[in-house]
């Protein structure tokens, strides 16, 4: 197996070729030939790790707290694009960040007239943990259930 095996899928390599990207592979067990990635990466990991030991999250949801975090970073601007932020740079269009809330804070989730009965509470506290991607919602946690 070459590296460390994240860009080795079929599919990756399809979309490569097919915009004419040529790829190169680092050497077994040098990270440090691929430094910017390996930094990045790195960076990721340790924001992750202080959010969620900040915030005493279960380890289970490492994955969600990492897509947070790059969801987060995609929207901060950088220097290595003069200021920019990764999406704009992308995407050509400003970020909107009026949704962003702060990690790890309480959270009221509406429960739906069709789950609740006559007495039970219209929201559940929860603790905010990320971002969808694919619909206009939070990501919460409760810890009660």
């Not at 004419?20 to 990045?40: D, H, L, M, W």
Request: with cysteine; proline share 6%; net charge positive.
């Amino acid at each position: 197996m070459l590296g460390g095996g994240e860009y080795l899928s079929n599919e990756f390599s399809n979309f490569l070729r097919s915009h004419g990207i040529k790829r190169q592979f680092t050497c077994r067990y040098t990270p440090q030939q691929n430094g910017v990635a390996e930094r990045k990466n790195r960076h990721i990991a340790e924001v992750a790790w202080a959010l969620m030991d900040e915030k005493s999250m279960p380890k289970h949801f490492w994955f969600e707290v990492v897509h947070t975090v790059v969801y987060i970073m995609n929207r901060t601007p950088i220097a290595v694009v003069h200021g920019m932020t990764p999406k704009e740079w992308f995407t050509s269009k400003k970020p909107d960040v009026s949704h962003l809330k702060v990690f790890g804070y309480i959270a009221y989730v509406h429960v739906p007239d069709e789950l609740w009965k006559k007495l039970d509470p219209k929201a559940e506290k929860c603790i905010f943990i990320g971002y969808s991607l694919d619909q206009k919602r939070y990501h919460c946690y409760n810890p009660h259930r």
